[in-house]
């Protein structure tokens, strides 16, 4: 099988603290844990221990309303009224824990075994985000060898064919890296298991990516998009090994060689 020419990469993100919103890069820097500086920091429930994420609603969707960046060595949290909070201030805690409504801390080491809670999208759609739900819980980061807050692996991926079909922003998956493609839509399930180079930098694609109820939610300025999720419920339900067949949007990907890239960097998938 030949090298197939994807496109090119239109645009790169990085989402320094887990579940708020993130920037874009003009480049980005990827090593064997992904992209440099993402999903470093993580809002820990002090209560349960648990991993804060907008995967439960709920308790969790406020996170959507905070942006967070790099300034150097500091992150700083923009928080609905424009104020910037260091996270290396001792006061982030309290301000995170009062506009959350829930005891709240910050940390930069992932605990061993850290779990999310997320209930089934479905039944989020189905009774809304305020709703109390089943949920179950999930360990993250099984697929990275890295030491950040990512879902499963180091590096998700999204093409501009897949988000045309659905008509959703790219924001609202969190993708790291969105290709620019004229090909089919939900190509990216056929990339599994294959070398994926963009500039100097190879990765392996090792799982399509499952779909919460995240894109569905208000995404700071961004309305609520139930289509997000049901466009792929009812197009893309696919077979993800080990957890079964769920909705599925982009994939995941480890570092084979670390690099930079940029945008408008070619993506080659190898044959």
Same mark, same amino acid.
């Given at each position: 099988m030949a090298d197939a020419p994807l496109g090119a990469v239109a645009s790169l993100h990085r989402y320094p603290v887990k579940s708020m919103l993130g920037e874009d890069l003009d480049e980005a820097? +990827? %090593?064997v844990g992904g992209v440099e500086g993402d999903r470093a920091l993580a809002v820990l429930d002090t209560g349960t221990g648990v991993v804060a994420t907008a995967k439960h609603p709920r308790l969790w969707r406020e996170l959507l309303r905070l942006r967070a960046r790099r300034d150097g060595a500091a992150v700083l949290i923009t928080l609905p009224d424009g104020r910037a909070v260091d996270t290396a201030d001792a006061g982030a805690h309290d301000v995170l824990s009062a506009l959350l409504g829930r005891p709240v801390r910050l940390a930069g080491v992932? /605990?061993? &075994?850290?779990?999310v809670e997320r209930p089934? /999208? *479905?039944d989020v759609l189905e009774h809304g985000v305020t709703a109390e739900v089943p949920f179950e819980t999930l360990e993250i980061a099984q697929g990275t060898p890295g030491g950040s807050f990512v879902d499963y692996a180091s590096v998700h @991926?999204? =093409? =501009?064919? %897949? +988000?045309?079909?659905?008509?959703a *922003?790219? @924001?609202? #998956?969190? /993708?790291?890296?969105v290709i620019s493609s004229a090909g089919r839509p939900f190509a990216e399930n056929g990339w599994l298991e294959r070398e994926l180079t963009i500039g100097a930098v190879r990765l392996r694609v090792t799982l399509p990516t499952p779909r919460c109820s995240v !894109? %569905? @939610?208000?995404? &700071? *300025? +961004? /309305?609520?998009?139930p289509h997000a999720l049901r466009v792929p419920l009812e197009h893309n339900r696919v077979e993800v090994p080990g957890f079964?067949? @769920? !909705?599925?949007?982009?994939? #995941?990907?480890?570092?084979? %060689? !670390?690099g930079r890239i940029r945008p408008g960097d070619p993506a080659v998938l190898a044959g």
């Open positions: 820097v +990827l %090593t992932r /605990p061993a &075994g850290a779990i089934a /999208p *479905e @991926l999204i =093409t =501009t064919a %897949t +988000l045309d079909r659905i008509g *922003e790219a @924001l609202r #998956y969190r /993708p790291n890296i !894109p %569905t @939610l208000v995404h &700071g *300025e +961004l /309305p609520r998009a079964g067949v @769920l !909705p599925c949007v982009g994939v #995941y990907a480890e570092v084979v %060689t !670390p």
